[in-house]
């Protein structure tokens, strides 16, 4: 069937480009009609972010574009504060600070607007999706990134604190700044607060590693605070009837990140991907192992070579649990015909659906060895 098209193109481009390209854009049509998909259109969230799910799903279901669909997702759980792990108030850095990453993804255009560190403003998923439409850039950060939210119209400068962030942050800082995200420096970060620095005598680093790592040189996810009451992420995806999709990422990090990180959340392919032709990825865990695996990505490139969104959700944790065989994460996949599934490592997973022929949100539960 496919080389069959391949044929047709190729005899028509010879003869006039125009048609050809009416050809193509006639195409997925087809294919939508064909398969009269009865799952379309269709919401997944990570976590049981239920809330969330039928923000999104009221926008997409009455007609809106999947795009604005994650945004009401998101904005869902920023409003409400998902966890403590998404939105204002929640994973206090080091300063006892708030900042926020976002991302949002056009899965038509392969569009991505996103934010890093961002601080004042409450609005993550609006701040990515003011990149997106009114910059040709892909992700700001920090004060700037503040400061062009505000310029375009979002609320602040506002304080992102609360007595229960502040509160944790006192804790932390009461009980010898344990768990933190240091290696290799003095004060011994297992026991002590900062500031820290690099060892005097270190000689080499690698070495270093070993020397001065207090003897567990790779801590694991759960040890650096990553665990089932600091879910950390809403990644969603929406796709409308017609099989166009977008996906979306918020979060407030990791609590007593170090001032300056930037998770998995705004980073296209590592949170969330979404591509029209095949399906889309969400995730959620130790961000700073999985962006460096790009998981997302790696799922719609399996999807593309044929695996079904279990296999490739599947293959994608795989990949980074043969490199951390501890580390705490979890992935929902979905082709563009609304075919769904998960995978993680480290902790029970559950993501939300609101499809076609559903009357409400379902929550789906994922083991480990699943
Ligand atoms: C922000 O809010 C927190 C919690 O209510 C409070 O402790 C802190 O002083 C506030 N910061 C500023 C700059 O107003």
């Known amino acids: 069937m496919a080389s069959a098209w391949y044929l047709v193109l190729v005899i028509i481009t010879q003869s006039t480009i125009c048609f050809a390209s009416v050809s193509l854009e006639l195409a997925p049509t087809r294919v939508a009609e064909e398969e009269g998909n009865k799952k379309l259109p269709i919401v997944i969230s990570t976590w ?175 040890e650096k605070g990553f665990g089932l009451k600091n879910h950390d992420t809403i990644s969603i995806v929406v796709i409308n009837k017609l099989g166009k999709i977008a996906a979306g990422t918020s979060t407030n990090g990791a609590t007593h990140k170090i001032p300056g990180r930037v998770g998995d959340g705004p980073i296209a392919g590592a949170s969330s991907y979404a591509d029209d032709d095949v399906g889309a990825c969400g995730a959620t865990g130790d961000g700073d192992i999985m962006m460096r695996f790009l998981p997302c990505y790696q799922v719609v490139e399996s999807m593309r070579q044929g695996l079904s969104p279990k296999d490739a959700a599947g293959n994608a944790i795989d990949r980074i649990k043969r490199k951390y065989p501890l580390f705490v994460g979890a992935i929902f996949a979905v082709n563009r015909h609304g075919d769904h599934s998960g995978a993680c490592n480290g902790w029970t997973f559950q993501y939300t659906v609101r499809g076609s022929g559903m009357d409400e949100p379902q929550i789906f539960t994922i083991q480990p060895d699943d």
């Open 48 to 222: 049981p972010f239920v809330e969330a799910v039928k923000a999104a799903w009221n926008i997409v279901d009455g007609g809106g574009s999947p795009l604005d669909a994650v945004v009401a997702g998101c904005s869902a759980c920023e409003r409400l504060r998902c966890d403590g792990s998404v939105g204002y108030g929640g994973s206090p850095d080091e300063n006892g600070e708030t900042t926020l990453d976002a991302m949002i993804m056009d899965g038509t255009t392969m569009d991505v607007g996103a934010v890093g560190a961002l601080r004042y403003v409450k609005d993550a998923i609006r701040a990515a999706r003011l990149v997106m439409d009114h910059t040709e850039h892909t992700l700001l950060v920090g004060d700037q990134a503040s400061k062009f939210a505000i310029s375009m119209g979002l609320a602040g400068p506002a304080n992102l604190s609360t007595d229960e962030s502040m509160n944790i942050w006192s804790t932390w800082r009461a009980t010898e700044c344990q768990p933190n995200f240091w290696r290799n420096v003095v004060p011994d970060q297992g026991s002590c607060c900062g500031p820290y620095e690099i060892h005097s005598q270190q000689v080499h680093p690698f070495r270093a590693l070993h020397e001065y790592g207090n003897g567990r040189p790779v801590r694991t996810s759960s």
